[in-house]
């Protein structure tokens, strides 16, 4: 089953299916030595830059800025909902998120 | 690999995608295949429909393009009644109502809550009454803007209406200009106060003098690549053109095919003509319009009245059009400050009565959210300042009022990060009250976008704040980030952004503490402006000192998680969208 992925409105959303399911504006806290200083980033995110498909995993890498020490910087790929059955599901932002590693 | 967006647009776009809206429309919303939604959305912007962001599915934006800003006799009531009958939504605001209208930095308009089925009766009245949503939206020649009392201004040096509505002609349905790899934004200017913010578009003609065959001739100097968004913002630049105003049209086709065929389809990021001038610098954008798209030799530039510019300078006279003021056949326009640029139907609706009883019945609309009315004879001009509605859209405004200018931000806009227009109406009524500007000191001009995108032009202002988020006790919060010192004029400056991520309830106290600061610190007559200029970052920084104060502010949460943050429950589970038919 193919998912149709795209960012839209210059970064400010991703659009799974032609529907809209994440946006800018949200807070998220990831550990990233190299995003910023601090232990946890704790990044607001402003746009959007890449969204891709691991498995049933929906990643993107987003540009924001940590507003604990003020770096601005894009993230590496950071999971932010699943596939299943064909439709999105969130994953829980709120709560920390890890970084995945791609090749 | 070409974008989504320009494989879409080869597939469909321009005028033929009103047929495809008007199907949709008779057939209701669930008839846009669900596979298509984003493909859809982004073509309607070409007709000046925004879908609005996520929780508010099925209702739209409608943008339309009123050129200069003018409002010919009738169609301000026009507009009134169509917001009053079609821009209702599920959503009450509690300080605008149920149903109103903004007038944009743009010198458009802009109405909340439009229905798809809608559209087809709204285009008709529209339409019927000479204006358009066309190109309002979208990737192609946007609304021109220009000073908005063109061919009445007393202060003017050429008339630039006729050449505004020539170009609108010209250029609105082209279908040689009407897929453009990114939105194109022109102005035009014929008065001396710059009032026509030339500089923040992507083609600017500005006033100019020329020696042509011995003759002194009035026409324009050209401009090209000016533009706000995305933490790049270039001033236009001056591409050493004259051009009299018969040769305009030419000219400006000429660098929108330029435009056209050269600007960036592979990355929209990169795609404003801006990032073209920054690449091939304005010599060879003269070299290249010369040779391929302009089949008369140009004039080089002539002799600017920049020096004159006024209009969001932070000194002299004019930085706005607020006020009575003298037109060239002796009667007068007045300009009204409308608060972040937004009225109540029923205030347009009475407004559109008094340009009729007092004036022509014109109005036009300034790039900051005011409305003007024009044509009043010096008889009717004590009748027409003493009508009550004056009281809430003033002559006379405090600065705090006049200087405000707010974007949509997160009640309807996809890209915002806070909440905008509510919150600059609740800061300027605080600022009103408990802040004290030097004697002198008529013009403060605070302006506030909710994103990166600087809709509210928030660069070219005093005081600008620009959304972002911060943690205050732990919990995330609404917070701007505050810049100073920027305006226009002979030598525009963006603002510095000195302050970071002040949590949003002290944000009023962190101007106050500002306002302190310079009056006590201020070298004589200095502007605002100007002391900023004469001061570092990190000493401007310790003049804005953020504090809490008595003022309020109810919307400190994520606004953009409710799907209407006014709304009692405000959940995006609890969202009503999209609409039942
Ligand atoms: C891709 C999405 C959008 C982008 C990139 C965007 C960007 C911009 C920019 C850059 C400006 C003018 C600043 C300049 O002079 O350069 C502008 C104007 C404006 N936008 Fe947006 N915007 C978007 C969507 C929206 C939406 C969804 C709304 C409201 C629902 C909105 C409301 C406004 C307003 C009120 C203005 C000023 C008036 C005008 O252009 O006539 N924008 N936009
Ligand atoms: S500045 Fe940002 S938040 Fe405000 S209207 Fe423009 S795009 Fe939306």
Redesign the interface.
């Known amino acids: 089953m193919t998912v149709a992925l795209r960012i839209l409105d210059d970064g400010a959303w991703v659009s799974v299916n032609d529907d809209r399911k994440v946006s800018v504006s949200e807070l998220w806290r990831f550990p990233d030595p190299e995003f910023c200083g601090c232990d946890l980033t704790d990044m607001v995110v402003e746009g959007f830059v890449e969204v891709g498909v691991d498995g049933r995993t929906i990643e993107v890498r987003a540009y924001g800025q940590c507003i604990a020490c003020g770096a601005s910087a894009t993230t590496k790929w950071l999971p932010v909902g699943r596939v299943v059955d064909g439709s999105f599901h969130d994953i829980d932002r709120e709560s920390v998120l890890t970084p995945t590693v791609r090749e | 690999m070409p974008t ?2 320009e494989r879409w647009k080869s597939a469909v776009y321009g005028n033929e995608i009103r047929e495809h809206l008007f199907e949709f429309a008779e057939e209701g919303w669930e008839s846009i295949p ?5 493909a859809w959305f ?1 073509r309607f912007k070409w007709w000046g429909l925004y879908h609005q ?2 929780g508010q599915e099925s209702y739209f934006m409608m943008r339309i393009g009123t050129p200069n800003g003018v409002l010919e006799p009738g169609q301000l009531r026009v507009v009134g009644e169509i917001a009053d009958e079609f821009a209702r939504g599920p959503g009450t605001n509690p300080i605008f109502g149920d149903a109103y209208a903004d007038w944009t930095t743009r010198q458009s308009i802009q109405l909340h809550w439009i229905r798809l089925e809608d559209v087809p009766a709204i285009f008709e009245k529209l339409e019927e009454n000479g204006m358009s949503t066309q190109q309002a939206c979208g990737d192609s020649w946007r609304n021109i803007v220009g000073n908005p009392v063109a061919g009445k201004d007393a202060q003017e040096v050429v008339d630039a209406w006729p050449v505004i509505r020539e170009l609108n002609e010209t250029f609105k349905g082209d279908d040689d200009h009407s897929n453009l790899p990114r939105k194109w934004k022109v102005s035009v200017t014929g008065s001396a106060d710059g009032s026509g913010q030339g500089d923040i578009n992507d083609l600017a003609f500005e006033p100019a003098y020329k020696d042509v065959d011995g003759d002194e001739q009035v026409g324009f100097n050209v401009r090209v690549g000016g533009g706000l ?2 933490n790049e913002e270039r001033f236009a630049r001056d591409i050493d053109v004259w051009v009299a105003p018969e040769n305009v049209s030419a000219v400006a086709g000429g660098l929108s095919a330029l435009f056209r065929d050269y600007g960036d389809r592979e990355n ?2 990169n795609a404003r003509i801006k990032f073209l001038v920054d690449e091939w610098g304005p010599e060879k954008v003269r070299n290249v319009l010369q040779d391929e798209y302009v089949d008369f030799e140009m004039h080089t530039a002539g002799r600017d009245v920049r020096e004159e510019y006024t209009y969001n300078t932070g000194k002299g006279d004019r930085n706005d059009l607020i006020g009575v003021h003298e037109q060239k056949d002796g009667n007068y326009f007045v300009g009204l400050n409308v608060l972040v640029g937004r009225m109540g139907a029923e205030d347009v609706l009475e407004l559109a009565d008094l340009a009729d009883e007092y004036g022509s019945g014109e109005v036009r609309l300034s790039q900051r959210q005011n409305v003007i009315v024009t044509d009043v004879p010096e008889e009717n001009l004590d009748d027409f300042l003493a009508e009550d509605l004056l009281d809430d859209y003033s002559p006379d405004p405090s600065p705090f009022m006049r200087g405000s200018v707010a974007c949509t931000g ?1 009640e309807f806009c ?5 909440e905008t227009k509510n919150r600059q109406v609740r800061f300027a009524r605080w600022l009103k009250q408990n802040v004290e500007l030097p004697e002198d000191v008529d013009q403060f001009h605070i302006h506030l976008s909710g ?3 600087s809709c509210a032009q928030p660069q070219i202002a005093d005081v600008s704040l620009r ?5 205050k006790d732990g919990e ?1 919060v609404e ?1 701007l980030d505050v810049g100073l010192g920027g305006g226009l004029g002979d030598e525009p400056q963006f603002a510095r952004w000195v302050t ?2 002040v949590p949003v309830d002290e944000v009023p106290g962190a101007i106050r503490n500002l306002v302190g600061r310079f009056a006590e610190n201020r070298e004589g007559e200095e502007s605002f402006r100007e002391f900023v200029a004469r001061h570092d970052d990190e000493e401007l920084d310790a003049f804005v000192e953020p504090e809490e104060t008595d003022y309020d502010d109810p919307m400190m949460h ?1 606004t ?2 409710t799907w209407y943050p006014y709304a009692e429950d405000d959940s995006m589970d609890a969202s009503p969208s999209p609409a039942d038919d």
Not at chain 2, 414 to 418: A, F, G, K, M, P
Not at chain 2, 467 to 471: A, F, H
């Open positions: 989504d967006v669900e596979d298509e939604h984003d982004e962001r996520n968004a995305r929209r990021y997160t996809s890209l915002s990060i806070v994103c990166t995108a959304g972002m988020k911060t943690r995330p917070a970071q991520r994520n953009k998680m």
